[in-house]
């Protein structure tokens, strides 16, 4: 799916506008760092800006992603791999899963609800 693959490319690259323009204003997201952000720039602020300069090779599960159009709206579940960096510089494997809510508006998909999520500790 395009939209996971834009999204994924904003993340490597820290672009957060190009992020941004694939997000409704008013978009809820839970993330692995912020619990809950109500619209889109409390997300940016509390999650992205939190994590995205940490990151590094993030990167969406395709071939594995679950995804499902309904009229207007869509969702798409996936994993997702990443390398994360510890304060020290010191490098770590992140990965997780996700469930995006998508609605499709005159100008595209756009994220109505995300959900990030680290993978369970073996």
């Known amino acids: 799916m395009r939209w996971l693959e834009e999204f994924a490319a904003a993340v490597r690259a820290a672009d957060y506008a190009g992020g941004a323009a694939l997000f409704d204003p008013d978009a809820l997201g839970f993330g692995t760092v912020a619990e809950r952000a109500q619209g889109l720039e409390t997300l940016m602020r509390e999650q992205w800006r939190q994590v995205w300069g940490s990151t590094e090779g993030f990167r969406f599960d395709l071939a ?12 798409a579940a996936t994993g997702w791999s990443s390398t994360g960096f510890l304060a020290d510089g010191a490098p770590f494997p992140r990965s997780g899963r996700a ?8 100008d595209g998909l756009r994220a109505v609800h995300t959900h990030f999520s680290l993978s369970p500790l073996p």
């Open 64 to 75: 594995g992603a679950r995804i499902e159009v309904e009229g207007d709206l869509a969702y």
């Open 99 to 106: 469930t995006i809510v998508l609605r499709r508006r005159a």
